[in-house]
């Protein structure tokens, strides 16, 4: 099966494009993303990156000196990219305004998240950057098989995959003319989790059902926890565990007598140095869970299996990979394996 669909994301990438993916890009470049079709003239010099998961699929391509901005951080970038990420502006921690992106006079403004950069674009929509002749791309992940025209989080239609982060690392590596990049990349991400999943095969933890809360608007107030078509479905997926949430919402708030029902094994805790809502704090979140008379009784609180995981591993990204790891670990831990 993974054969299969990496077979076809490569097919369909390059159906996108006007040259091969594999081979040198011959500009004009011109894809399809999104929904719209974007053409390149040449290797984009200046990019505003729009969300923490893509500024780090950038850095990981090499792409740290065409950033001229950044925007959009949940926690610290990762380890590796510490030092280079302190030496680029950063317009926002969250929603940097139009005036601000436009002001760093990019020729690519890349975003993780259709609503900062779309229909109902909160920093801006792609034709208000077209028409500046700013060319924009968008995430393959936040927009195959997801529909976001409410405004909240999307619903996604399909379950996440790993090949719509691959997808992206393949057609930014062409934008950019760095296919080599983008392929020993990719070849190293599924390597990993290739060897996380392995890890915990046969295991116990079959269907064990597992929770994640990323946070919530009231400290005892109804959750986000990840739905069923979600990157954490995917790492749910991955080690064979079942997720409690069934809704195709992509962070569906929930109510913990619901979530109680399902008395999941496991609850993984987003951890995050963003405090835009009163549960961002995971500290809050377990002093919640051990307190609240209907948390506390969950199976997984009274046995203390709470997995913390950095939000960006729970957003599809590069970091998903880390999500399966942590959790396949968290598991054997808890003694669920055989």
Partial sequence: MRQFLQAFSLIAFTAGLSAPAMAATQYPLTISNCGQTVTFDKAPAKIVSIGQGMTEILFSLGLKDRIAGTAVWVGPVLLQFAADNAKIRRLADNDPSFEAVVGQ????????????????????????????????????ADCVAKINADGGDGVRRELFTMELIYQE???LSAIFDISDRGDALISELEAREAKATASISGAAAKNLPVVFWFSSKEVNGDAFIAGKNSAPAYILKSIGARNVVTTEEEWPLVGWETIAEANPSVIVIATMDRRRYAADDPAVKIDFLEK?????????????????MDAQSMNPTIRTIDGIEELASGIKAFGLTQ
């Fill in 105 to 140: 006079e990019p020729d690519l403004v890349a975003a993780e998240f259709e609503w900062h950069v779309g229909a109902q674009g909160s920093v801006g929509k792609r034709e208000q950057f077209s028409e500046l002749g700013i060319n924009s791309y968008i995430a393959p």
């Fill in 292 to 308: 609240d008379p209907v948390t506390s009784q969950l199976d997984a609180v009274k046995n203390r299996r709470f997995v913390m």
């Fill in 169 to 171: 690392i393949r057609e």
